[in-house]
């Protein structure tokens, strides 16, 4: 039965009546993802940032699906002979669909870990944090959300090999290639709004700040919120220096940060003493270039609603008195300095706010 399913009898009204459905849904699902994107998350208070981007893989996934479910029925009533353009068609929506899924799946685990005692080890890169993430939703969730996808998509082929031997979707293939999208698009249509208030759940069990407050204390308070969630952040990823019961071993020295999350402004500040015994003041700068650029790419990859990041160096060596390097960056700074297959610690010297005591200028 699994491999010999039956078909409709009218297939043709089948593809007919997909068409018009699909792309009526496909418009009214595109013009909910705007509203909501614009304006739903308007009234967030805690780190809207990572909602939105969690909330638009979610209509990702949505979107592609209308759009094969749109696309694939016209090659079929228009073109009956080109099964070949629907097994290229359904290859690429398979493609893009994990795609979404598996960032739907990453952006859930960077929220699930910075709210919990979950962790990104530090020296990870970008691909293992990405798969990081995904393992810290948990076995169970992984399973139940990412299984029956992949086994879902992978069908049609299944009936293409048991039939053809080959993975040119046939007749058969084509029919639940469309079938089985349709009902996980009414799925998640069922799920558009429902969706959309579990975030407002989960933002509100994060947000502290009192809404009886004035528009301007609000926006104080929210400055503040946010920066707790970027101190999560940091903790979650092994920066544990931010207690003063741990500081990070530098040189022949320590290094402590004091992070000012209960400033009322909209950068992130952090000021970083160092002290240290006896070394040479080229290999200090290439240290701290190459720890502020280490801190800086955390603080780039982080999804909180702070903009602008303020790294302020004290260096004390042995009994002289304590020279500055001082660092203010914004996220879009950070996003040349972090393109891809730039990753120069020298580079976070190049930013347009750099101020280095003479000591340490070169």
């Given amino acids: 039965m699994i491999f010999n399913p039956p078909l409709p009898i009218s297939p043709d009204d089948f593809y007919k009546t997909l068409l018009s459905v699909s792309g ?13 994107l614009q304006s739903g998350f308007s009234s967030f208070k805690f780190s809207r940032r990572m909602f939105l981007e969690l909330y638009l893989h979610f209509g990702r996934q949505l979107l592609y699906t209308l759009a094969y479910l749109t696309a694939a029925p016209f090659i079929v009533m228009f073109f009956p002979e080109s099964s070949s353009a629907v097994s290229w068609l359904y290859a690429l929506y398979f493609v ?47 399973i139940s959300f990412l299984c029956p996808i992949f086994m879902l998509l992978v069908y049609p082929y299944a009936l293409s090999i048991y039939e053809g031997e080959s993975l040119r979707l046939t007749k058969t293939a084509i029919f639940y290639s469309c079938l089985i999208p349709l009902l ?152 040349k300095i972090f393109a891809l297959g730039n990753h120069n610690p020298a580079d976070i010297a190049k930013l347009k706010n750099v101020l280095f005591d003479e000591l340490f200028r070169q």
């Fill in 24 to 36: 009526v849904l496909f418009g009214i699902a595109f013009a909910a993802m705007l509203f909501v």
């Fill in 96 to 142: 893009y669909f994990l795609n979404a899924s598996l960032d739907y799946a990453k952006e859930e685990g960077y929220i699930i870990t910075i709210h919990s005692t979950k962790f990104v080890p530090r020296h990870y890169g970008r691909v293992r944090t990405y798969f990081r993430y995904i393992k810290n939703r948990g076995a169970l969730r992984n």
């Fill in 184 to 335: 996980y698009a009414l799925y998640k249509i069922t799920k558009f709004i429902p969706e959309f208030f579990t975030y407002t759940g989960m933002e509100l069990s994060s947000n502290t700040q009192n809404s009886s407050e004035e528009q301007s204390e609000e926006e104080k308070q929210q400055n503040i919120v946010e920066k707790r969630a970027l101190r999560e952040y940091l903790n979650n990823h092994g920066v544990t220096e931010l207690s003063p019961a741990t500081p990070r071993q530098f040189i022949d020295g320590e290094l402590h940060v004091n992070f000012l999350e209960n400033k009322e402004s909209s950068e992130a500040w952090f000021n970083l003493n160092i002290n240290i015994k006896n070394s040479s003041p080229e290999q200090i700068r290439r240290e701290v270039l190459e720890y502020a650029s280490t801190l800086a790419k955390l603080l780039h990859a982080s999804k909180v609603g702070i903009n602008i990041f303020v790294l302020s160096f004290h260096i004390r060596i042995a009994t002289q008195p304590s020279r500055n390097m001082f660092f203010r960056m914004s996220r879009n700074e950070l996003d």
